[in-house]
């Protein structure tokens, strides 16, 4: 079936380290792809998103790139802030279907000083 | 300006209550969503409706209930059935249609002792 699979975590970096966490899916047509972040105590926000293959969806020096071949939408930051401790997630959204969105587990980053 | 609340933000409420969350939008969106969160785990879909006056449930649907009775708000009733009803609750809402991001309250932690 439909499903978002990303990295599990922890992931601890350093300050301006570079970031990748890995998202892959399993959908039938062409979903919409995003990513959220959650900051302690709080809903999830939009990060950034892609509604079709080869977009490049970026936003506040975060991107990922909608990848059909290898149904990955990886996201990446050249150099992580303290502020950017957040837990991730990625998800899906179908096109059709009553039940078309899709959440991953989350990935939780904490970056040290 | 437009958005979708929840409250409370803190619940706290003895064993055998029931008790009811709210979620309310004005951002004009078909469908709506309620999701628990359980300390460093991620989202599970509890209940979700695409219009007013249906709803479906989710994966963990036993012991909740919803209504939808207007667009703009899809209450959760946490029942004295939810064995263990202590958690992070969520909701969500979004327009129907491919690319579209879900919106996300700030949850509702409920505490039940």
């Known amino acids: 079936g439909d499903s978002v699979t990303q990295m599990e975590g922890p992931v601890t970096l350093s300050e301006e380290a570079f970031l990748t966490i890995n998202c892959t899916y399993t959908?039938?047509?062409?979903?919409?792809l995003f990513w959220y972040v959650q900051y302690p105590g709080e809903g999830l926000q939009l990060l950034l998103k892609?509604?079709?293959?080869?977009d490049k969806g970026s936003n506040k020096g975060f991107e990922a790139t909608y990848r059909k071949e290898t149904t990955s939408f990886h996201l990446e930051k050249g150099s992580v802030q303290v502020s950017d401790s957040a837990v991730y997630f990625c998800a899906l959204l179908l096109q059709t279907g009553a039940n078309n969105l899709f959440f991953g587990t989350g990935t939780r980053l904490t970056v040290i000083p | 300006d437009g958005g979708i609340t929840q409250s409370p933000k803190y619940l706290f409420r003895k064993e055998g209550q029931n008790v009811t969350l709210s979620c309310e939008q004005n951002?004009?969106?078909?469908?709506m969503y309620w999701y628990r969160q359980d300390p460093g785990q991620g989202l599970r879909l509890i209940y979700y409706?695409?219009?007013?006056?249906?709803?479906q449930k989710g994966d963990i649907a036993e012991g909740y209930s919803v209504s939808r009775e207007k667009k703009e708000s899809f209450p959760l009733t946490v029942t004295s059935a939810q064995k263990n009803p202590t958690a992070f609750y969520l909701c969500a809402s979004m327009l129907r249609g491919a690319g579209t991001e879900a919106f996300f309250g700030q949850g509702t932690r409920l505490t039940v002792v």
């Open positions: 409706s695409q219009i007013v006056n249906d709803f």
């Open positions: 959908a039938t047509g062409y979903p919409s």
């Open positions: 951002l004009n969106h078909d469908a």
């Open positions: 892609a509604t079709k293959a080869d």
